[in-house]
């Protein structure tokens, strides 16, 4: 009988670079092959090592098969969403290896290809194959679905994987609490006792503070800022967060305040309405387009001289300003934000200082403490996780109820027995075999 197993490559004790591999007989597919955050436990990695990935300085792994051992290189990889932790290292994959990621995902990371920086740029990305997130397809014995989950990532999918009888289901990186936690639902409902349920735990960690239980209560908070005065506030928050972006315009909206963006928001946002036609922009809306000079020189050469002027009557810039309403709410790069800011200290407006993303950042970055010394203010926390805390993690694995499960995507796979049945842990490198039926 042909046996089915489970190998985790990567992700047993980290967050992020995720890797599992799914084999049946002599057949295997991948899913994620991301760029690691962190070492082995958490531990930092050593500066340099992901500029220039290896097997030697253990940023690549050896996913391609042993032909002594009679075990050929996979099929294909799957890859559950966009964000580089689980996407960044396959470009380093043969050229004739086939890449699947959902339709939504490719054109957010088309995007990204355009304003990226060359080192984050995937070369590969125009021959990926697309998937459609509820229809079935195959690769070699395995019969694949993809459902989209609630996340921080634009597209984000789970992924069921049938084969020789037996079904895997991989959670990816998902939520509960976020502006599409009604699909978790939708999952749940279609999903039932698979043989092995591959759950994240990255949240277990203590690390993602559940202040803000919601993306409705992050808008909330937003908008008691927003109407405590008319001085304008700067927002720290990653710029392709959709749900974060949609919070923002919400509460903008409500409070009668000016959303100004980027181009390459502007972008990604005209982009992803073909996927989600209830997106900002709208017409005649409120907001407004900063360019800054690298991202014109990107849409230019990506887009043609002229595209980028379609968004011309929302342009903005330090000379447009209208220091009689300084309504302002900004979200791009510290580095423009800090023009910005200069500017209206010269005019001796206040500027309130909203951080909105995991607080790891602000610890790398100095940028950070030099706009609270410029503002003589403190950056505000007002931040929901992209991942799911521990309420749904607990909800979600009771309705699935799988005969096995294995944490990934966490550094407290240990606590998982505490919380969940039927858990197996397993270390990088280790496989789970499926008991035969």
Not at 57 to 70: C, R, T
Request: net charge neutral; proline share 4%; with cysteine.
């Amino acid at each position: 009988m042909v046996k089915t197993s489970v190998s985790l490559l990567r992700g047993a004790d980290t967050i992020g670079g995720s890797c599992i591999k799914i084999n049946h007989g002599c057949d295997s597919i991948v899913l994620d092959y991301g760029m690691p955050l962190m070492a082995s436990g958490g531990d930092a990695l050593t500066p340099g090592l992901t500029k220039s990935p290896s097997l030697e300085n253990g940023i690549l792994l050896d996913v391609m098969g042993n032909e002594k051992e009679h075990i050929n290189k996979p099929l294909a990889f799957i890859i559950s969403h966009a964000h580089p932790d689980h996407y960044g290292l396959v470009d380093h994959l043969p050229i004739d290896m086939p890449i699947y990621i959902s339709d939504s995902a490719h054109s957010l990371m088309e995007i990204g290809n355009v304003f990226y920086s060359d080192e984050m740029k995937i070369n590969r990305l125009p021959s990926f194959i697309i998937y459609q997130p509820g229809k079935s397809f195959e690769i070699g014995p395995f019969t694949v679905k993809a459902y989209l989950m609630d996340h921080s990532a634009f597209g984000a999918c789970s992924i069921h994987i049938e084969v020789g009888g037996k079904t895997i289901f991989y959670t990816g990186d998902f939520r509960g609490h976020g502006r599409k936690a009604k699909v978790n639902e939708y999952v749940k409902s279609r999903v039932k006792e698979p043989d092995v349920l591959l759950m994240e735990g990255t949240t277990l960690d203590e690390g993602h503070p559940n202040t803000f239980a919601t993306e409705k209560a992050v808008e909330d908070a937003f908008l008691e800022v927003m109407k405590q005065d008319s001085d304008p506030i700067f927002v720290a928050g990653s710029g392709s967060n959709i749900d974060r972006i949609v919070s923002l315009y919400n509460a903008c909206k409500r409070s009668g305040r000016i959303l100004v963006l980027d181009l390459y928001q502007m972008y990604m946002l005209d982009t992803l309405k073909k996927h989600a036609p209830g997106l900002p922009p709208h017409a005649d809306d409120h907001i407004r387009i900063f360019f800054p000079r690298n991202q014109i020189e990107s849409a230019k050469k990506a887009f043609g001289n002229d595209d980028f002027f379609r968004f011309s009557k929302r342009h903005i810039n330090i000379d447009k300003l209208n220091f009689d309403n300084t309504r302002y709410v900004f979200r791009f790069s510290n580095y423009s934000i800090k023009r910005f800011i200069e500017a209206f200290h010269e005019k001796e407006f206040k500027a309130h200082l909203i951080y909105s993303m995991w607080q790891g950042y602000m610890e790398k970055q100095s940028s950070f403490a030099e706009l609270e010394l410029l503002t003589d203010s403190k950056w505000q926390y007002i931040h929901t996780s992209g991942h799911a805390y521990l309420s749904h993690l607990k909800s979600f694995a009771c309705e699935i109820n799988a005969k096995t499960l294995i944490p990934v995507h966490t550094l407290k796979a240990d606590s998982f027995s505490v919380h969940f049945k039927n858990v197996v842990i397993l270390k990088n490198g280790e496989t789970f075999g499926l008991p035969n039926k």
